[in-house]
């Protein structure tokens, strides 16, 4: 797709890779919208990205807030016409106490679940009259290696040691789904759907995880940009890492 004058929405853009994705957007000369429950904290980011020669407006936007999420897309609506992308970035980890086999507490499973799937379906569907009217739309769902049933039982890959948790990588499991439905649903708008997986990068996120942190916050978000911008060779209902197509 053209990048000239392209309408990009992201959602928890207001730091680590969400950031890093909104700004590479402003840098290949898209209007980006900066989405982030503080609001504040969003149009911090829009404006140093606008003293970088780019363009960026802030967007208040919590994905467990229905009414508030529906605001927003009413507020895009109303001053843009449309949307041509939007990544789903936004996501907790959680307490991870509250995850462990044998020990789990579903209301710290809820509350992942709440933003990792829920507040997915919220934002796309408030946004889909808008995705519409793009001639060329784009979704790009943020989702996690951990949620690749064939890495986390591959004995031989690094994802195979992490601890059970019943929580995050289940609700990015639920997201990769998620993602392959849409993008039957939206074919025939012409919409691509896509999830990705950007790998632990050093960011506030993923600070804990137990294993030295190489990659950055532009890292991991490559692999959105690229998915987000591509022509007409861009796949839909796939997930993928920079390598290509990560199993389900």
Request: aromatic fraction near 6%; charged fraction near 20%.
């Amino acid at each position: 797709m053209s990048n000239d004058a392209a309408l990009a929405l992201v959602t928890g853009a207001n730091k680590g890779i969400g950031r890093a994705v909104a700004g590479r957007f402003a840098e290949l000369g898209m209007t980006v919208l900066v989405g982030a429950r503080d609001l504040d904290k969003g149009a911090a980011v829009a404006a140093e990205i606008g003293a970088a020669g780019g363009k960026a407006y802030p967007v208040g936007l919590d994905v467990t807030d229905q009414r508030g999420v529906a605001a927003a897309a009413e507020e895009i609506g109303g001053r843009f016409g449309r949307l041509d992308v939007l990544i789903n970035n936004a996501g907790i980890a959680g307490d991870l106490e509250a995850q462990s086999p044998g020990s789990v507490r579903l209301d710290g499973m809820r509350t992942v679940f709440e933003t990792n799937l829920f507040g997915v379906v919220t934002v796309i569907e408030a946004m889909l009259p808008l995705l519409r009217r793009s001639p060329a739309a784009r979704i790009v769902n943020v989702s996690s290696g951990t949620s690749s049933m064939a890495w986390t039982t591959d004995a031989t890959h690094y994802l195979s040691r992490m601890p059970g948790s019943l929580a995050y990588p289940v609700s990015k499991a639920a997201l990769n789904m998620l993602t392959v439905q849409y993008a039957k649903a939206l074919s025939r708008d012409g919409i691509l759907v896509n999830a990705v997986a950007p790998g632990a990068c050093d960011t506030d996120f993923a600070r804990g995880l137990p294993f030295r942190l190489t990659r950055t916050a532009a890292d991991g978000a490559a692999i959105v940009v690229r998915l987000a911008t591509q022509g007409r060779e861009c796949p839909t209902g796939g997930f993928f890492d920079d390598g290509g197509r990560v199993p389900w």
